[in-house]
């Protein structure tokens, strides 16, 4: 491994709305000193990143951006992630871990596979979060707080690599969800992907109607609401459907099907049967909202220490052990005969500085909030 390197740097390749939402979830979460390289083929969504305070340095094109980077986030486009991966491969650092924010993972993981050397760690994410308007302009620090992000690692990524990108998802607010890439694909399908063709399809049924200057003129909330993801970006959504398109098609034809049990019981005046659809599916609605499912990573082996994981992020998975070994051990922390018979590695100073900012400041935050916690 090449040990000159800034390890402390993370690059992410693209700074549209979730490349950018992440620089800036990354700063809030405690990583003001750690520097955050951005390159965007589009001059607007650079200047805009930079001028959000969302990365630190701009690349002047993606194998710069990843030369010195401990970790890379590629926030591309579904369509431009293969040639994304490719373009990176050549200069990636020894034991860096990679990991990209697609909306579907099958093809992606395989993309990764065929693409990246041996030497690096890909693991799979999909942050379950986003707007119907993109664009680094809208981007926000808050955009992942409390939303699930999917992460499906790779066969042969390391323990150290899973938790650094799993730290990642962790300081940006977010809850790490593990699963295998068919199983999120289905999952995204159903509950992100379905949502966004409905939204669509009902605006074009609508927009398309020989009515529609009348429609338009009285259409409310409930018609925008319903048509929100319509106003998404054309190109996401057509990479969703090439690289999930099994998925999609299954859930269609059940939709289709759960739309003619709605049209059965209109024809047929079930009325009653009618109210009890939708009493059920009010309260059942109603509770997922007020107490929604956790799913717990329980069968993965990998939990995450918030300060842990971010020294992995910080300064590679295969660097995070030796440093820790090279610090002072915490107050009562007792090491065995074999790490004390360890030589102590003398790192990068201006790394370690920096490590150990990160941690001092996230220390104090989290005191400070266990102390305005007691005092309430």
């Known amino acids: 491994m090449n040990e000159q390197r800034n390890a402390g740097e993370i690059a992410i390749i693209g700074l549209g709305l979730i490349g950018a939402s992440l620089g800036l979830a990354l700063k809030a979460g405690g990583l003001t000193d750690t520097p955050i390289v951005g390159h965007d083929t589009s001059g607007k969504a650079l200047g805009a990143a930079k001028k959000l305070g969302a990365v630190d340095r701009i690349a002047d094109n993606a194998a710069d951006a990843v030369k010195s980077a401990a970790i890379v986030i590629l926030a591309v486009p579904i369509m431009n992630l293969r040639q994304s991966l490719g373009e990176i491969a050549p200069h990636l650092n020894e034991g860096a871990a990679v990991t990209d924010t697609a909306s579907t993972k099958t093809e992606v993981m395989r993309w990764a596979a065929e693409a990246l050397p041996a030497t690096v760690d890909f693991v799979g994410g999909h942050p379950m979060a986003g707007k119907e308007t993109p664009g680094a302009e809208q981007a926000e620090a808050t955009l992942f707080r409390g939303r699930p992000y999917c992460l499906c690692p790779s066969l042969t990524a390391s323990p150290g690599a899973i938790k650094a990108v799993s730290g990642l998802a962790a300081v940006v607010g977010a809850n790490p969800v593990f699963m295998d890439a068919e199983e999120h694909d289905q999952y995204a399908a159903a509950i992100s992907h379905m949502p966004l063709m409905t939204s669509t399809a009902l605006f074009s049924l609508i927009r398309n109607s020989a009515s529609w200057d009348d429609f338009g003129a009285v259409a409310g909330p409930a018609f925008k609401d319903m048509t ?149």
């Open 228 to 376: 929100r993801l319509a106003s998404g970006d054309p190109a996401l959504a057509l990479g969703i459907w090439r690289t999930n398109r099994e998925a999609l098609i299954h859930w269609m034809d059940r939709m289709i099907g759960e739309i003619g049990r709605f049209r059965e019981m209109l024809k047929d005046a079930q009325d009653e049967k009618l109210l009890e659809v939708f009493t059920q599916a009010q309260v059942q609605r109603d509770e997922f909202l007020l107490d929604p499912p956790v799913r717990m990573p329980e069968d993965t082996g990998v939990s995450v220490d918030k300060g842990k994981a971010l020294m992995d992020m910080l300064i590679g998975a295969k660097l995070a052990d030796n440093l820790r070994r090279a610090m002072p051990p915490e107050p009562g922390e007792k090491m065995t005969k074999a790490e004390a018979a360890e030589p102590r590695i003398s790192m990068v100073d201006r790394v370690a500085e920096g490590v150990r900012k990160d941690l001092e400041k996230m220390e104090a935050e989290e005191a400070a909030k266990e102390t305005r916690g007691d005092e309430l």
